[in-house]
């Protein structure tokens, strides 16, 4: 068959391991898993009942323009609802972006490393990817805006940046924003938003009002705990996504995702109870780091990167055969590192006592 050339070099995502499978491999009965930058609160109890009370008839399609959903996040963000598109979860606008808008006769840039399914979407569409390293765990949008040509078609910025977890700073992101032409379309993947706590972090919905060639991703896969049920949105100006809306499947967002995103909404309580834990979280983090002399990334997510100078893959492995799956940064562009999702306290602290017993077992040599 004629399959794209390309996609026969492609290998199909790697999860990270599930918790039966590490349960099973290794006879543990307690599984700490780290690895996606899922919540650890789980999600709302809203969110919970509204699920065990639906009533919904499972038979009937989906509301394929999710109607309810649309209004309620126009009304909580202030846009209008021609502004938004859903998605099955945030990658599936990823994939819609790069059917819309990338081909071989294009190109996309991107920072190295990202969010893989940058480039992982933009190869499939056939076009040329060019990817500018990070500089520090940042974007560097100097050498970003030097690569946009006329053949520049998409340029995808993540703020905070998985895996890294720096985020872009207002007056660099508004400096880049003023140059790229306007017929480049910039994606601003904010899938780790409302955990972010520096004041200096940019008015997003502002910038799509002085730029009408953003769209802004965000997800209701992280901080509202709803990765399962996949549902993500962009927002961006009313042309952009008219534009955008035919490359959309018809209904793409399932029923129970709708009504449970609803109710994730309407429980700003939980988002911030999280947000709060969040931040302890990486305190706990940054303190042992900073006592034992391991590098890390200050990050704005619900995940530290961190650098132990030797093989990540084998602190990846020593913390999975003591039931904490982590994600070993070899996969994440970082070979030395190891990228933690951030935890309750109890389980921060139980995966610092495992890194503690491999220090001392390894010989280290901490810069
Ligand atoms: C997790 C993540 C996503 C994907 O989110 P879904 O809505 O679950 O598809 C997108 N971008 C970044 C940077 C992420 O870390």
Not at 170 to 178: K, V, W
Not at 257 to 281: H, L, R, S, T, Y
Request: glycine residues 6%.
């Amino acid at each position: 068959m004629r399959w794209k050339e390309q996609l026969l070099k492609l290998t199909p995502y790697q999860p990270g391991k599930s918790i039966n499978e590490v349960k099973r491999q290794y006879g543990l009965s307690d599984i700490v898993k780290l690895a996606s930058n899922e919540n650890p609160f789980g999600c709302s109890e809203k969110v919970q009942s509204e699920i065990a009370n639906f009533t919904g008839k499972l038979s009937i399609y989906p509301d394929g323009y999710a109607t309810d959903l649309r209004l309620k996040l126009a009304e909580n963000l202030g846009v209008k609802p021609e502004q938004l598109i859903l998605g099955n979860g945030s990658d599936e606008i990823i994939q819609m972006i790069s059917r819309g808008l990338l081909s071989p006769e294009t190109n996309t840039v991107m920072a190295a490393p990202t969010f893989p399914q940058y480039k992982h979407n933009g190869i499939i569409e056939g076009c040329e990817i060019r990817e500018i390293p990070l500089t520090d765990g940042a974007h560097d949008l100097e050498a970003m805006f030097a690569a946009i040509d006329k053949k520049t078609a998409v340029v995808w910025l993540c703020s905070p940046n998985n895996p890294t977890g720096i985020y872009i700073k207002e007056a660099d992101l508004q400096a880049f924003l003023s140059q790229v032409p306007e017929d480049v379309l910039v994606v601003l993947d904010e899938a780790y938003f409302e955990y972010v706590s520096a004041d200096d972090f940019h008015d997003s919905l502002k910038l799509l009002e002085d730029y009408k060639n953003v769209i802004v991703l965000r997800t209701f896969s992280k901080i509202y705990g709803l990765a399962s049920l996949r549902v993500g949105y962009g927002i961006a100006n009313e042309e952009t996504i008219a534009a955008l809306e035919p490359a959309r499947e018809p209904f793409n967002v399932n029923t129970l995702a709708q009504a449970a995103a609803i109710a994730a909404i309407e429980d700003q309580d939980f988002v911030e109870k999280c947000k709060q834990e969040n931040m302890a979280g990486l305190e706990q983090f940054y303190q042992f780091c900073d006592e034992t002399g391991l590098r890390y990334y200050p990050s704005q997510g619900n995940f530290i990167l961190i650098d132990f100078a030797t093989d990540g893959q084998e602190v990846f492995q020593f913390l999975l055969e003591r039931g904490f799956i982590v994600r070993s940064g070899k996969a994440l562009g970082f070979p030395t590192s190891v990228r933690i999702t951030v935890g309750s306290r109890e389980q921060n602290a139980g995966v610092i006592e495992k890194i503690k017993e491999y220090l001392r077992v390894n010989t280290v040599i901490s810069k």
